[in-house]
């Protein structure tokens, strides 16, 4: 049988992911702390008299800038469905947090490869190849549909609930973001993926909408000879398993 060989762009993709998932832990452990105070007894807050916004500095002052693209516009008397067309729908939800709350089966079937769930050797045959599990939490991508330029852009940030991403700028301008590699594949009158770099969406069809109900995260060690190749290709990832 002949060697599988990861490409160069797969690696620096599971690299990426493995590194974002330490910087998110680390965002978050230190939000955490800042949120008790750095782990000190807070006493009670002394009264103060209220200020007005004359009285505070400009930057306290200013209302939240919101990210050139995106606007805060909550739907307003609940949310519809955009389309039963499937395209016509993912591009509202694509530019949407509300939709994508909304639309997000409760709950949705996630599967990854088990090493990377638990830290395993990859290609291991003592362990089975995949792990699935569930969660009841909106998926919110950070994929966008640029109707200027009629294709799908990357984000740096995603959208949240009462959040609505328009491709301009408040003085109307577009703001460009880097279109990203992706493809839909019908799978029948009910179900469609979304086919991203190493990683598969699906979206169903239901009576009343289309829902993301499943994701699948691909194996980028997926075809590698145990155990020499496979623990080979893993070495680049060494400095992200280390303890700082």
């Known amino acids: 049988m002949a060697t599988r060989v990861v490409s160069g762009t797969r690696r620096a993709w599971l690299a990426a992911r493995v590194l974002a998932g330490r910087i998110g832990l680390a965002m978050a452990m230190t939000a955490g702390l800042a949120a008790c105070g750095g782990g ?14 004359s009285q505070l500095p400009a930057a306290a002052a200013a209302p939240r800038k919101m990210m050139p693209g995106r606007i805060y516009a909550p739907t307003q008397g609940g949310v519809t469905c955009p389309s039963m067309d499937f395209e016509t729908f993912l591009h509202a939800f694509f530019n949407s947090g509300d939709l994508q709350v909304r639309y997000t089966a409760k709950p949705v079937v996630y599967k990854v490869p088990y090493h990377d769930y638990h830290n395993t050797e990859p290609g291991d045959p003592a362990n089975p190849q995949w792990q699935t599990y569930e969660r009841d939490r909106p998926m919110h991508d950070r994929y966008r549909y640029d109707s200027q330029l009629r294709a799908y852009v990357w984000d740096s940030t995603r959208l949240r609930a009462g959040q609505r991403w328009t491709g301009v700028d408040a003085s109307g301008n577009h703001v460009p973001h880097p279109v990203t590699e992706l493809q839909l594949r019908r799978l029948s009158e009910t179900e469609w993926e979304v086919l991203t770099p190493g990683r598969i969406t699906t979206f169903t069809r239901r009576p009343d909408c289309w829902y993301l109900t499943a994701d699948w995260s ?25 303890d700082d």
């Not at 000190?40 to 916004?53: E, I, L, N, S, V």
């Open 40 to 53: 000190k007894a807070a006493g009670p807050a002394p009264q103060q008299a209220p200020m007005d916004a």
């Open 218 to 242: 691909l194996d980028p060690f997926e075809g590698c000879r145990w155990p020499d190749e496979c623990r080979q290709l893993r070495e680049y990832e060494a400095p992200y398993y280390q």
